[in-house]
């Protein structure tokens, strides 16, 4: 019976799986932190978990743990594989158990993925973004695996975990035994389709054979490979009833192999983007189904559930930005969650840069034991002056910890360059996060004083004051920059400026690179679920194994120049895991991106550069400028001159290099400190 007073009905109804109940439809999904290598890992993971289960989540599933040695993602990544290592698994489960959660391990092999000399294969075929090419794996070797997958889950049960999930997705060791890609052998574990998924198959029979009938067994399977001899559809139906009749609880969908060049998580998919292909398989099984990725709210979520595109939604990321999300759910409180925005900046970007993983909008994400929240025993008056992210983020957490604040901010509107921001095609979800912090101002009676730039002496009876003043665009000298046609990057994305059909854009930087996304906005950037996958080019008919079909084109709205100076390649500094989208989406509307510019003058033609040593015209309507950001200290200037303390932050304190990831990050350091 679903719980009919709530909003969300079906995402609060339980999940009865006939030895275990859910307490809701919500599954924390897989993610690596890096908090597993960390020397105090254990403890540092028991208390990420805990607090996500004591937020109400109904069930959580490990980052990946490795089998063996060779099914290491990298070199001493966690690994589950003799009896001594199951104490400290035991410190995540007791946490999780206490805190009335229940949680699944997650067994990962990363087959050729694995980034070390020791990764196997089901053939010595490299993959695209590895530098180690794997060993194929012998028969005996083959079988040894399974056992290892077997043992590993065997020890998993030992240490107290409600279950395992069998990575079987994402291009990992069992997805290349499934795709004909990536499997080449000729002996019982290759060849026909029936022959590629015998080794899913011996791994969750022999799992349930050695854990019994009274563990959750979820396996994540691929539904959607996106790369080239994938999985047909047909394919992917009789894996699911195989695996179902191999004796899983639960199957979980996954999105996309990793070398695959769709994006499947960033923040431009859609919200709920491939709960299609969930939807594709119910029906085909009886066992419960969970739909997967850009699921971020919990009225989208049960959208997902209400259409009947699936029995249960995974969110990852969305538990790093708020570990109560299920909470605020339950009560009523939407407004009050810190809503992922998919960015991808602290979690993913992070780990792929082998540091711990947080979250831009929550930067006590995996620091649960570091960055604790303490209430203050002393109340202070605080003035925070900018409400950008820098000045939000510190205003809000100085009043929860009991401060009394004010909040002075020179516009009309809270955001600072966050609003601008947010005009960006597939940025909108930054609205969120203002969303967020405007909530919170009220929560914690942040006193907020718009349209106002204090003076030193309006700022001399406070105990604290907090400079977040941010940054203003850098204005570039050339000849002729003073013509109409030259703008800054925040007149034309505040609106007050237009541009013509063609545009040269200084400064190939993330502000550069949205610059160009924003516009060739005007031919309609991708609006519907349909539209992105024909833009990126999904056939979501399934006519070709992978799923993969020929990108839709357009004629580019703009005729558009992004340059830089340098003449290192450009976008190299944009994020690590999101940086290729950037770079491909502007390829494929026809930007010409040039490096190795000196900027000449603006004259009746537009903007005359030198090329590499060569004298060029560019014919352009508008000029914008993208040249990067200086530091606002106009209030910083007069309280020196005043002789007045106080803590710089975000723009403000150092305008190079600066995201909203720091800005945040800094205003709680200082408020966590004030
Ligand atoms: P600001 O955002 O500049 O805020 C400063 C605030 O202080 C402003 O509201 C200003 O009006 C106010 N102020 C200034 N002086 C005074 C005064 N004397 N009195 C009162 N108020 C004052 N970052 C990311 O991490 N990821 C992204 O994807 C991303 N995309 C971006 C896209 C665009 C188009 C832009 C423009 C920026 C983007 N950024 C992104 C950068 C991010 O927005 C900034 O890093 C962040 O806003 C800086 O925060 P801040 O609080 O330090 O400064
Ligand atoms: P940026 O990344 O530092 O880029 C500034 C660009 O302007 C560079 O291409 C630079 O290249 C050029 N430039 C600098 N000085 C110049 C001058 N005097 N004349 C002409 N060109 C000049 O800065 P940004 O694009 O303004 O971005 C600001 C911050 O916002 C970034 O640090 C970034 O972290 C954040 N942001 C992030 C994202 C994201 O997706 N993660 C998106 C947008 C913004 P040359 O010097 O070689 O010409
Ligand atoms: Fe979401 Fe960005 Fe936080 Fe990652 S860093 S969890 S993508 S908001």
């Not at 995996?366 to 820098?390: D, H, L, S, Y």
């Not at 160009?516 to 309609?524: I, V």
């Not at 508008?622 to 975000?650: F, R, T």
Request: proline content about 4%; charged content about 25%; some cysteine.
């Amino acid at each position: 019976m679903k719980n009919k007073h709530s909003e969300f009905p079906h995402l609060l109804d339980p999940l009865d799986l006939g030895f275990i109940t859910l307490k809701n439809r919500i599954l924390m999904g897989s993610m690596h932190t890096g908090l597993e290598e960390e020397k105090d890992g254990f403890h540092r993971m028991a208390v990420y978990y805990a607090a996500r289960a004591q937020g109400g989540v109904g069930l959580i599933v490990t980052g990946g743990v490795a089998p063996n040695r060779s099914g290491w993602v990298a070199p001493f990544s966690l690994r589950l594989a003799k009896s001594s290592q199951v104490k400290e698994h035991r410190t995540i489960t007791d946490a999780v158990h206490e805190s009335g959660g229940k949680i699944c391990m997650q067994i990962l092999h990363a087959g050729r993925y694995g980034y070390h000399p020791l990764c196997v294969a089901p053939t010595a075929i490299k993959a695209p973004m590895n530098r180690f090419k794997p060993r194929a794996l012998s028969g005996r070797r083959v079988r040894s695996t399974i056992n290892d997958y077997i043992r590993c889950a065997s020890l998993a049960m030992e240490a107290g975990y409600d279950g395992v999930e069998i990575m079987g997705s994402e291009g990992y060791l069992i997805n290349q035994f499934i795709a004909k890609k990536t499997n080449l052998r000729e002996d019982e574990w290759g060849g026909d389709f029936v022959s590629r998924i015998r080794f899913a198959l011996e791994i969750v029979k022999g799992v349930r054979k050695a854990v019994g009938e009274k563990c959750i067994i979820i396996y994540r399977l691929s539904m959607l490979d996106l790369v080239k001899n994938g999985s047909t559809w047909d394919e992917i139906v009789l894996l699911a009833k195989e695996i179902e009749k191999a004796g899983a609880t639960i199957i979980n969908t996954g999105i996309g192999w990793h070398e695959a060049r769709i994006p499947t998580i960033a923040t431009m998919v859609p919200r709920a983007g491939f709960a299609w292909v969930t939807k594709r398989l119910m029906g085909e099984v009886k066992v419960p189904l969970v739909t997967t990725n850009r699921i971020n709210m919990p009225h989208v979520a049960e959208a997902v559930l209400a259409d009947g595109s699936a029995d249960m939604v995974s969110m990852a990321r969305p538990f790093l930005a708020d570990p109560d999300w299920t909470k605020k759910a339950k009560d009523g409180r939407v407004d009050e969650i810190n809503t992922c925005i998919g960015c991808n900046q602290a979690c993913l970007d992070h780990i792929f840069s082998r540091k711990t993983a947080t979250c831009l909008v929550n930067p006590r994400a995996c620091n649960e034991t570091t960055k604790v929240f303490v209430k203050t025993g002393v109340q202070k008056r605080v003035a925070v002056v900018g409400a950008g992210p820098a000045g939000l983020s510190c205003a809000v957490t100085a009043a929860a910890r009991g401060h009394k604040v004010i909040l002075f901010e020179a516009s009309m509107k809270i955001g600072g360059q966050f609003r601008l921001a947010r005009m960006i095609p597939g940025k909108d979800e930054f609205e969120e996060t203002l969303r967020y912090y405007s909530r919170q101002l009220k929560l914690h009676k942040v006193e907020v004083k718009r349209n106002t730039s204090p003076a030193p002496s309006e700022l001399k009876g406070f105990d604290e004051i907090v400079i977040s003043s941010g940054v203003k665009p850098r204005a570039i000298t050339i000849k002729g920059g003073e013509k109409d046609c030259v703008s800054l990057y925040s007149d034309v994305l505040s609106g007050e400026k237009s541009v013509g059909s063609r545009v040269a854009i200084i400064g190939a930087g993330g502000i550069g690179f949205d610059m160009a996304a924003f516009l060739l906005h005007d031919q309609g950037g991708p609006e519907t679920v349909e539209d992105f996958m024909a833009q990126w080019g999904v056939d979501m008919s399934y006519a070709e194994a992978g799923g993969l079909g020929a990108p839709h084109k357009d004629k580019p709205a703009r005729e558009i120049y992004l340059l830089q100076r340098k003449k290192t390649k450009p976008g190299a500094g944009l994020g690590k895991t999101t940086g290729w989208i950037h770079r491909s989406l502007l390829k494929k509307n026809g930007v010409k991106i040039l490096n190795g510019v000196e900027y000449l003058a603006v004259n009746d033609k537009g903007l005359l550069i030198n090329h590499f040593g060569k004298e060029m015209q560019l014919e352009v309507d508008d000029i914008v400028v993208c040249a990067g950001q200086v530091s606002v200290l106009d209030l910083k200037n007069e309280l020196d001159k005043e002789k007045m303390e106080y803590h710089l932050i975000g723009g403000a304190l150092k305008a190079g290099e600066l995201d909203a990831k720091r800005a945040i990050a800094q205003g709680m350091e200082v408020a966590d400190q004030i």
